[in-house]
């Protein structure tokens, strides 16, 4: 059974596709508040790396063990503050955090994922660029933590790159997005049309509509109500022709057939879907289909959580990334 078939079964087609679209802006929205490019205004360390699709914020012991942590879409680095926090306050374990930021999200200007009048791909060419940062920067083995697009970019850099990565922990996202908005045994070729529907109505939407309905769905993703402030300045920081170009690349990218590729210890972190006609049980259903060709992959659910488990369940994730690390 496919996981559109389960979505079609449990909600219908439609339903299903606004699971995951939530509105043409949905998943668009991954993130904390808006931090420029021009971060040594609020007191950040970049790595001395040139690249025109990221830049990255180094904390912690310059000494330590290297842990790479990549947002999602729209987000900024600072949806890894407490995560950050939680590791560097850890006695007897030294860690250096490479946070990645992408360019275009979140205030930083697009530079490299400047799009046209059709889109071009940012999730692909920024996980070649944290794989030449790896190799440049001399990073033995990292630690690879993606949340949602991060998690997209983060099996990407461990499927094509399995020498570069020590471990991978993907948060809430799976190889194929786009088979929520299909019929059974769709491909990336498939959706594509669709895809592309969604990119033209992201990409084009008068701003304000186009504020007012990502509003609308990150509050969906979010339960904390304090946090939401911070994606919501996010989402108005990005750029929002890169942000939809991104979103359907991730409708049409299927990771699948690649994740037998990947070598590094692998968990995958979700909640449910946010929809009360998707059980725990279809989540769980979901997410083992997803990611059946990674057989040692450890897929666990957190509850009473929305999309930004960091921010719902902090406690939790961070006990539960602790374990992953001492293994």
Same mark, same amino acid.
């Given at each position: 059974m496919t996981i559109a078939s389960i979505l079609n079964?449990? /909600?219908?087609?439609?339903?299903?596709? #606004?699971?995951?679209? /939530? #509105?043409?802006?949905?998943?668009?929205?991954?993130?904390?508040?808006?931090?420029?490019?021009a971060?040594?205004?609020?007191?950040?360390?970049?790595? +001395?790396?040139?690249?025109?699709?990221?830049?990255?914020?180094?904390?912690?012991?310059? +000494?330590?063990? +290297?842990?790479?942590?990549?947002?999602g879409l729209s987000s900024s680095p600072e949806v890894w503050q407490g995560t950050v926090d939680h590791l560097t306050a850890q006695d007897g374990v030294g860690w250096r955090v490479h946070r990645i930021h992408v360019q275009g999200f979140a205030g930083a200007p697009v530079e490299g994922n400047?799009?046209?009048?059709?889109?071009?791909?940012?999730?692909?060419? /920024?996980?070649?660029?944290?794989a030449r940062y790896i190799r440049e920067k001399g990073l033995t083995k990292p630690v690879v933590v993606g949340h949602s697009m991060g998690g997209t970019i983060g099996?990407?850099?461990?499927?094509?790159?399995? +020498?570069?990565?020590?471990?991978?922990?993907? /948060?809430?996202?799976?190889?194929f997005m786009g088979a929520m908005f299909a019929a059974p045994g769709a491909s990336a070729e498939s959706v594509t049309p669709v895809a592309d529907q969604i990119w033209a109505a992201q990409a084009n939407s008068p701003r304000e509509a186009y504020v007012a309905q990502a509003t609308a769905s990150i509050n969906g993703m979010i339960?904390? %109500?304090?946090?939401?402030? %911070?994606?919501? *300045?996010?989402?108005? %920081?990005?750029?929002?022709?890169?942000? #939809?170009?991104?979103?359907? %690349?991730?409708?049409?990218?299927?990771?699948?057939? *690649?994740?037998?590729?990947i070598t590094a210890p692998t968990e995958v972190l979700y909640v449910k879907f946010n929809d009360p006609r998707m059980t725990p049980q279809i989540t769980d259903s979901i997410y083992r289909m997803s990611f059946a060709n990674l057989k040692d992959a450890q897929l666990k659910r957190i509850d009473d959580s929305a999309h930004f488990i960091m921010f719902d369940q902090p406690q939790a994730f961070y006990a539960d990334l602790d374990a992953f690390l001492a293994k």
């Open positions: 079964r449990t /909600v219908g087609a439609a339903a299903a596709a #606004a699971m995951l679209c /939530v #509105a043409p802006a949905a998943l668009a929205q991954d993130g904390h508040g808006a931090h420029a490019d971060g040594h205004a609020h007191g950040h360390s970049h790595a +001395d790396f040139q690249s025109d699709r990221i830049h990255v914020r180094v904390d912690g012991d310059m +000494d330590g063990r +290297d842990i790479i942590l990549i947002p400047a799009q046209g009048a059709t889109p071009s791909p940012v999730a692909a060419p /920024v996980a070649e660029e944290i099996m990407m850099l461990a499927a094509r790159h399995p +020498d570069a990565v020590g471990k991978l922990m993907v /948060v809430d996202m799976i190889p339960n904390t %109500e304090s946090r939401r402030a %911070e994606a919501l *300045e996010d989402m108005r %920081e990005s750029d929002q022709k890169v942000s #939809a170009a991104a979103f359907r %690349e991730l409708i049409t990218t299927d990771l699948r057939p *690649e994740l037998s590729k």
